[in-house]
């Protein structure tokens, strides 16, 4: 569960004092959870429990206040590309007629509408047995089974009414043992399941004396999104990184180094072995032919630094890569230039490249989401939306599980 993103959906059923023993069972796993509250809801649990055990806002309403500054009004769709899972708990009979018939009416079911397809959707529904049985949610629940969400049935016992029968929820110890189970299913059907996965992430850095360097702009944080999404497909991740100020998410094995040098000694050592090699670091191009020894002084007007070119970390991967090994790389450029990535693409013998482009505002280095056009050897190219670098790292690795599976990979 750590590092595992979840949205909770809350119903309005007598069950929902259990959610907040729930959530503080998956924050002390580790997870990141998210409550969105309808307002039948809101009526059994309130928002201020809710946001206090989840350390986050809650999410009720598709229209926020419009005098509020600073307002996102794209976060209904953020919020099911961000979730690695939905569950809805309790769920009532109400709710269940209302995502069988595809409404859209409140926070809750935008979120179900915009989850990415293949994430674990748990449905516990929650309600007098009589009900639950009746025609009409046996219906929708089977409708909504058949969409591939997980129906939980629910448990016999006492019940608010005072009569024992079919319509308890389960305890929350119950609920996250299903989620966790959900989660480790959906890894186990990913083609990346097992794979032995290597990631450069991040700047180098290029000595010119013992004080200064060269280098760029890249935060890393591409190639960290991409490492952690393949642990959550079930990859066997190594993260080869250069100098950043990232926490190493949850199950990747990490390798600092400094310049671009050190990034291939290190992921020379990967290359017979890994299944997948996707080069996201912005590795210096040059270094100085011969670096100062200690400090520089500035006792003349004009200085001159040599530079050399340094190793392609990517292209020696793709020179020796075999049949059964994928190489993926990246290409900048602060204009148009798909020309140029596609010239990576074959030069370096490359599965598939990601063309992004540099404006320091939506894309590119030092910010928080980019824009990709993904480019495959068969020449077909997949232009995406602005999206988080988490959801770019996903629309990634959708990508290169299809090409797992075109390949028998």
Not at 77 to 94: C, F, K, Q, R
Not at 158 to 163: F, M, P, V
Not at 188 to 197: E, F, I, W
Not at 356 to 361: G, H, I, L, P, Y
């Amino acid at each position: 569960m750590r590092g595992k993103k979840i949205i909770i959906g809350v119903c309005g059923g007598i069950a929902a004092y259990k959610i907040p023993q729930l959530v503080r069972l998956l924050k002390k796993r580790g997870a990141c959870v998210r409550v969105a509250l309808t307002d039948a809801g809101a009526r059994f649990v309130s928002e201020l429990t809710l946001a206090t055990v989840s350390e986050e806002p809650l999410y009720r309403n598709i229209f926020p206040p419009t005098e509020s500054e600073g307002v996102d009004y794209t976060r209904h769709i953020s919020l099911g590309e961000w979730a690695d899972a939905l569950v809805i708990a309790p769920a009532t009979a109400n709710t269940l007629a209302r995502l069988s018939a595809g409404l859209c009416d409140d926070m809750l079911a935008a979120i179900f509408l915009t989850l990415r397809p293949g994430k674990p959707v748990l449905i516990f529904p929650a309600m007098d047995g009589q009900m639950f049985l009746s025609p009409s949610v046996q219906r929708n629940i089977a409708t909504l089974a058949a969409q591939g969400c997980s129906i939980v049935t629910p448990e016999s016992g006492e019940l608010a009414s005072g009569i024992c029968g079919i319509g308890r929820m389960p305890e929350p110890e119950t609920l996250v043992a299903a989620l966790e189970e959900a989660l480790h299913e959906r890894a186990l059907s990913s083609p990346l399941y097992g794979k032995k996965v290597v990631v450069t992430a991040g700047p180098t850095r290029e000595k010119i004396d013992g004080v200064r360097f060269i280098s760029n702009y890249s935060s890393g944080k591409m190639g960290f999104a991409i490492a952690r999404a393949a642990v959550e497909r079930g990859a066997l991740v190594t993260l080869i990184t250069g100098p950043v100020h990232l926490s190493t998410p949850p199950g990747v094995e990490r390798v600092d180094v400094e310049s671009t040098a050190e990034m291939n000694a290190a992921a020379e050592g990967f290359f017979g072995s890994c299944d997948l090699f996707i080069g996201a670091a912005a590795v210096s191009d040059y270094r100085p032919a011969a670096p100062y020894e200690g400090k520089m002084k500035k006792d003349d007007e004009h200085i001159e630094l040599r530079l050399v070119k340094n190793p392609d970390i990517l292209a020696g991967f793709g020179r020796q890569k075999s049949a059964s090994q994928l190489a993926v790389g990246f290409a900048l450029e602060t204009r148009t230039g798909l020309e140029s990535a596609r010239k990576k693409l074959t030069e370096k013998n490359l599965d598939l490249i990601a063309f992004n482009f540099f404006d320091r505002k939506t894309c590119g280095f030092d910010v928080d989401t980019n824009i990709l056009t993904l480019i495959g050897s068969d020449g077909v190219a997949t232009e995406l939306p602005q999206l988080t670098k988490d959801e770019a790292a996903g629309k990634l690795l959708d990508a290169i599980e299809q090409r797992c599976l075109n390949n028998g990979l």
